[in-house]
């Protein structure tokens, strides 16, 4: 045993030592950096990014509109995420990341499926496209040291985005609820956010403590986030940049979600503790189009975090996200859950094209911060709901609170509502739902998901009757394990 044991720790420090030196002998990535042809690099461009970015690359491709952010003029010369200094060129490892981590939370998407030799001539071309690279050239910020996890003071990194004043736009946990979010506007005249700090899979540059230093030092040109490199140190920096990792949530994305019947009955509260035992989970929400089938305002509700819990006669969902701001007047910020009627199969109609023309009639629970109160109907558009009524809507019961950019809805409603043509849920069975998010203030935008299964847990059974049956069948899987046992030990030795 001990010989075995010490062989196998020979094995790992062999196998430690093997690594070590391939990572010391590995060619950096300058070293596979190809010589530049243009060539090439137009020739992918035009196969891959004109239809975006133009042929041109003046950022006016087919596909531009149905975009926000707008797809970059890349013959400018700003670009939002180097680790330079403010106002230069971006170096060219910041461009090759660009292209090979894409930028989550926009329209742009990774090409980590091209040869790392085509990213590089495609790296080139765009260097070829405006005069920023030999005018101002790239200037590394100093990034200082990363002093690792365990040596950073979180409290002092929170006195830090305190002190440079992020929460002006980013909000005191930054949800991108500062004051002066809904004000933004970029180079590019359009109407633009802040990041939601704690979503840490919408961050573009990417998400980790040294990511954040270096939008922070660097700054975000083209954009209102400014370059604190002046403001302040490269060790504040990181302090800061671990307080901000720190507000980014573990999200928990999944097709299918268990809405457990809990004991006790319901959930009473929008903060009872017992929801904790239904499982939470994400959704990601796009921006629904305009008439004239554009994008035209920034996704100010990304993502719906939910949980459900049912009693076998009715379902309640716990539904929350963030909204920078509470808006109840004229624009107010609702919610719909969408539920298939009777008229449709399953999850067959995409939220994002609903409704059309000839779409078929979803039954929909909508809730109104105007009203604070929800209703439930089956209907071909959302606006007989959205204005607290129509003819065959009936009212369910909902809770809701908004504090620190966050919407927090409670819904009920029956398994199986007495509405004509409503969805019947049932215990045991998968029932499709889906969202929809308004937010009054962002000019009323709709923001969509896709649909999430709920599996409602069978109900346990309750009467001594109903238990009968299983408790035999353990009972016979005892005797039979016991008596195979027995068999195994009293069987002669071949
Ligand atoms: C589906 C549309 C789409 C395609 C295809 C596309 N892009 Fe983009 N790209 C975008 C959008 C949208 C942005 C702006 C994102 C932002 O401003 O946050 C962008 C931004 C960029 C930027 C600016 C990065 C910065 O730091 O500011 C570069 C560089 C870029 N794209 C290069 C490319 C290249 C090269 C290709 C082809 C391999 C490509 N893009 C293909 C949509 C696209
Ligand atoms: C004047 C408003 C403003 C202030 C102040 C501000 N930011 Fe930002 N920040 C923005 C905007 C706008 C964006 C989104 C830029 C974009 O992607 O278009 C952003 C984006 C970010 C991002 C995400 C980058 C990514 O990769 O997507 C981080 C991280 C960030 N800010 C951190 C900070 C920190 C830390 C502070 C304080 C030192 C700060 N910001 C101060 C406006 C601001």
Redesign the pocket.
Same mark, same amino acid.
């Given at each position: 045993m001990g010989h075995r044991r010490s062989l196998s720790a020979a094995r790992a420090l062999l196998a430690g030592l093997i690594s070590i030196g391939g990572w010391a002998l590995a060619p950096r990535t300058d070293a596979a950096k190809p010589e530049p042809d243009p060539a090439a690099g137009r020739a992918?461009?035009e196969q891959?990014?004109a +239809?975006?970015?133009g042929p041109q690359a003046a950022g006016d491709g087919y596909?531009a509109k149905r %975009?926000y *952010? +707008? *797809?970059?003029d #890349?013959t400018e010369g700003?670009?939002?995420?180097?680790s330079t200094a403010t106002g230069t060129a &971006?170096a060219d490892e910041? %461009?090759f990341r660009? %292209?090979t981590d894409g #930028?989550p939370g926009? @329209?742009? &998407?990774d090409?980590r499926h #091209?040869d790392e030799a085509v990213r590089w001539q #495609?790296v080139y071309y765009?260097k070829s496209l405006s005069p920023v690279f030999e005018d101002s050239p790239a200037q590394p910020v100093d990034l200082g040291r990363d002093p690792g996890r365990r040596r950073v003071d979180l409290a002092a990194g929170k006195q830090v985005y305190e002190k440079l004043r992020c929460a002006a736009c980013h909000g005191a946990q930054g949800r991108a609820d500062g004051t002066s979010a809904p004000s933004l506007v970029d180079n590019w005249g359009r109407a633009t956010r802040p990041a939601d700090l704690t979503q840490g899979w919408n961050y573009?540059g990417g998400s980790d403590p040294k990511a954040i230093v270096t939008r922070v030092l660097a700054g975000i040109d @083209?954009t209102p986030m400014p370059s604190y490199a002046e403001a302040t140190t490269p060790e504040e920096a990181w302090q800061l940049a671990y307080y901000v990792r720190s507000l980014q949530q573990e999200p928990n994305w999944s097709m299918i979600v268990r809405a457990p019947r809990l004991d006790g009955g319901l959930p009473s509260s929008l903060d009872d503790p017992r929801w904790q035992q239904a499982p939470r989970v994400e959704v990601r929400l796009r921006n629904a189009m305009d008439e004239a089938g554009e994008w035209a305002r920034a996704q100010t509700i990304s993502t719906v975090s939910f949980r459900a819990a049912q009693d076998g006669q009715s379902i309640r969902f716990l539904v929350s996200w963030q909204d920078p701001t509470d808006d109840r007047g004229d624009a107010p910020d609702a919610l719909a859950l969408a539920l298939p009627s009777a008229k449709v199969l399953g999850d067959s109609v995409t939220l994002q094209l609903w409704p059309m023309r000839s779409s078929p009639p979803l039954d929909l629970c909508v809730w109104s911060a105007a009203s604070s109160r929800a209703v439930e109907g089956v209907v071909r558009r959302y606006e007989p709901l959205l204005q607290a009524g129509g003819a065959s809507a009936v009212p369910i019961e909902a809770a809701s609170a908004y504090a620190d950019g966050q919407w927090q809805v409670m819904l009920t409603r029956p398994l199986a509502p007495a509405l004509p043509n409503s969805a019947r849920a049932a215990p045991g069975r998968l029932t499709p739902v889906a969202f929809a998010v308004w937010d009054g203030g962002n000019g009323g935008q709709r923001a969509t998901s896709s649909w999430v299964d709920v599996m409602m847990e069978a109900a346990p059974p309750s009467t001594a009757a109903e238990r009968a049956p299983a408790t035999w069948l353990w009972i016979l899987a005892a005797g039979v394990v016991v008596l195979g046992l027995v068999w195994i030990v009293k069987k002669p030795q071949a």
């Open positions: 992918a461009f891959h990014c +239809r975006c970015h596909d %975009l *952010p +707008r *797809p970059r #890349l700003v670009f939002k995420f180097r &971006p910041d %461009l660009t %292209l #930028l926009s @329209g742009m &998407p090409w #091209l #495609l765009i573009r @083209g």
